[in-house]
């Protein structure tokens, strides 16, 4: 979604939520764009190409976390 103007990536972001919740699909995505990947219900971070953490965006307080540190 990095090349879409801002309600294009959304629309993207919004029919990958659809296929999740409709058809039970899992989304893989890789973004460096911290609102994008506050759609999804888990963040994994790689750092050196090891997992260095995950977050499950779906706790109250994770998300506030999140959101407060990347300015959202």
Avoid: C
Avoid at 27 to 38: C, E, N, S, Y
Avoid at 50 to 63: F, I, W
């Amino acid at each position: 979604t990095g090349n879409l103007d801002s309600k294009n990536g959304q629309d993207v972001l919004g029919i990958f939520k659809q296929g999740v919740k409709e058809w039970g699909l899992t989304v893989v995505m890789v973004t460096h764009d911290p609102k994008a990947a506050l759609q999804a219900d888990q963040i994994v971070f790689l750092q050196d190409g090891l997992l260095a953490g995950k977050v499950d965006t779906q706790t109250p307080e994770a998300r506030r976390q999140i959101e407060a540190f990347v300015g959202v």
